[in-house]
């Protein structure tokens, strides 16, 4: 692998999701792979769950990591041929060949802006570094994809799946704040790889891209979509179309054990209790929630193990 | 050791004295004890001995160390049963039991509020932790407790004592902002635990909890009380009847070399000269302030020994 | 070495100078030096380079390394025998002391005020470091001065000098907010060093202290100075003699691709584009500012080995 900022950089999926559950089961087997490199974790959005993670997954390959809050630093400036005399005090192409000089493997975080649809769309962010560093980009969550959350994701299905091609359902949620589509993007473009029967349900307007979920259906009766899933996927994004607008706070989709039956519930976290969904669903047995967690660190590093092997 | 976030957690605690000051003659000797292991630092709130300690402690025993400033994250919620459509964005319930997925041991550091004393004494957040964590807990200083820095201050008391059993005598100090009561609470009860002769010294409204204080004796008069004292420690702290409250600024409780004669002087440091203690007290040579900070390392490490050696 | 506030503390620059290329070509040979020894990075102000390329260095000579932003913590006290009733929690007296307890070796970033001249030249946060902690001090960047960009800088021009004898040029540019001396003055000091053909250029009024600059000759006329340049150092500083001051921000004194000709290119960076510099010269290939990035890994490097072999 040389890079991992979209799913594509995957080469063969079925064969990473084994390799990350072979890791999983001992997670120091490759502890020198990473001897004498270093990974930089580069901020500029808060994380809990994905920095801890990855983190971890880097020390268990034995690599060195350095991590950095750019707001700790100053304002970087992304538009060519400016004239640098207001906020920002460095040039991405300055920043990105700098940090290559100090890291193996650099990898970013940059939330979208939710407000210039075509600026997130271009991912001016993450694209700049990997236009501009000289070394391999990971991406941590971008404007508008989460593939290290989508792996682990597929991870968790393929590891409590029962049955030979499962029923995934992707159900829209409730939110009281406009969030990214980042994390839908990415789970449904995985989900469009695996051997599943997938589908999503949300109210009209919440239709993501077209060109990333392309033919899968897409179902506004949630009762209809979540019948005899096997999986739900539940997640908030606001709008697409409407471009980073709330267009519906309906309590009605929130998930509820009853919706859910016997399916097993999904979800990245952080997750708001009682309006994304009913505390009696993560208080359950059928919450895959913590697994899922968990499987960020394989993920991770089945990532970087890949990325390593081919420095 | 099963966890550390209270006193009572050692079982024996001359033992664990003696093997912390063994410790610190070789702090290395136990270099590989944590391989493979990692300690995760959570901070509500900031510092500087207790971090860097704590982490210094971790590397000497071989553990990877994780820190998190959990304000570089997101508001945890706390409430059991609340609808989180406000400014939580998750709920402790996942975060405790995510991060114990990337954790073998978590550290935890939150303050009181000082304004709410019944939750304050609930320990909600660090309470929290050990409901929901799957993983042991340290208490980094919590709302009411701080037995790290009274095992530090324990170890202290033994490499400096010259009798079998010193007169230790805890004296308030002025402070121009409310402090909690974390620190006197527990030396307060270490000192019930050491064979000393322990008395408190404080102005009248500046008791503290009867059921940590119990049957130690109480002076109001500092100048009686410090006699033939051979370790004086200094600290201030805001009224615990009246919770949180500054009920006098009365420069007379300030240490001086004249009150302290040829007592050794103790304080957790930070500390506010000329305000606390006078200069000449700190600049003097019966200032084991310096000691205790570096008993804060072995301190930290023979607890995270104790708890290795049980994971 | 016993520490590195100022150039001065290298004894032997062009041994020096040649060891840091040694350890370039090889920079774990000596990954045992640092073993079972810790550094302790503090900043006081914002930093990117000298964070990472140090925290690497030191990686590189198998030191631990910890990292304290010390707005995370609480505002330091510098001033002897003050009442600390106000805004300080802490005196540096302690917190020198203190740090001195948990590491080997304290790296210190603190920029000046700009405004009160007499207080930035006495360095009195370095130098209060300096005076209290106990263990070796190295300067990240202070009030005057930042000798490891201008160590950085010297290997820089012994890499690629082509003549015995180098012509190199410290050219001033303008920019849009005040900014120290220090890296004016640590060149001018380090170039005085080295067997080149020094000068300086800048508006009038922008004279750095002429106590730096000695003897060295100073053009007021860019292009004349600009004539037959090997090395054109470039970078923007803010008035010594009136004090902090902006007095001029005439375009006319930006670096151009014409004004270069044939010289090589250098700045510390952060560089603002079209500002101090046209991209024309940072796009071109007479630019050496990624490699002076990356000598900042080896000057510090340098720097902690000859340190670590007099511990």
């Not at 999926?13 to 120091?28: F, G, R, V």
């Not at 077209?210 to 019948?227: D, G, R």
Request: charged content about 25%.
């Amino acid at each position: 692998m040389k890079k991992y900022t979209e799913i594509k950089d995957i080469s063969n999926l079925s064969e990473t999701i084994k390799e990350a559950i072979s890791l999983k089961k001992n997670p120091h087997e490759f502890e020198t792979l990473g001897k004498h490199k270093t990974i930089l974790l580069l901020f500029f959005n808060s994380s809990l769950r994905t920095r801890l993670s990855t983190e971890k997954a880097a020390r268990n390959l034995g690599l060195e990591v350095m991590i950095l809050n750019v707001n700790d630093a100053w304002n970087l400036e992304f538009e060519d041929g400016t004239i640098m005399n207001a906020n920002t005090s460095e040039h991405i192409k300055e920043a990105a060949g700098v940090l290559s000089q100090y890291a193996d493997i650099i990898a970013v975080r940059a939330f979208p802006s939710l407000t210039d649809k075509e600026k997130d769309q271009s991912e001016w962010v993450l694209s700049s570094f990997e236009k501009y560093a000289t070394v391999p980009i990971i991406n941590m969550e971008s404007a508008m994809a989460h593939p290290l959350q989508a792996l682990a994701d597929a991870i968790t299905i393929s590891e409590f799946a029962n049955t030979p091609k499962p029923k995934v359902v992707l159900s829209w949620a409730p939110h009281p704040k406009a969030l990214p589509q980042a994390v839908a993007n990415s789970f449904v473009e995985m989900m469009q790889l695996l051997d599943v029967d997938f589908s999503i349900t949300h109210p009209e307007g919440y239709e993501l891209d077209p060109e990333i979920t392309k033919k899968t259906s897409i179902n506004y009766n949630q009762e209809e979509a979540l019948q005899d899933a096997d999986f739900v996927y539940v997640k908030n994004w606001s709008s697409y179309s409407d471009y980073g607008k709330i267009l519906s706070q309906d309590k009605h989709w929130m998930m509820t054990q009853k919706k859910l039956g016997t399916a097993k519930f999904m979800h990245c976290l952080p997750v708001r209790r009682n309006v994304v969904v009913e505390d009696a669903v993560l208080d359950g047995t059928n919450s895959l929630v913590l697994q899922q967690a968990n499987n960020r660190t394989f993920a991770a590093q089945v990532v970087l193990k890949q990325i390593l092997e081919e420095l």
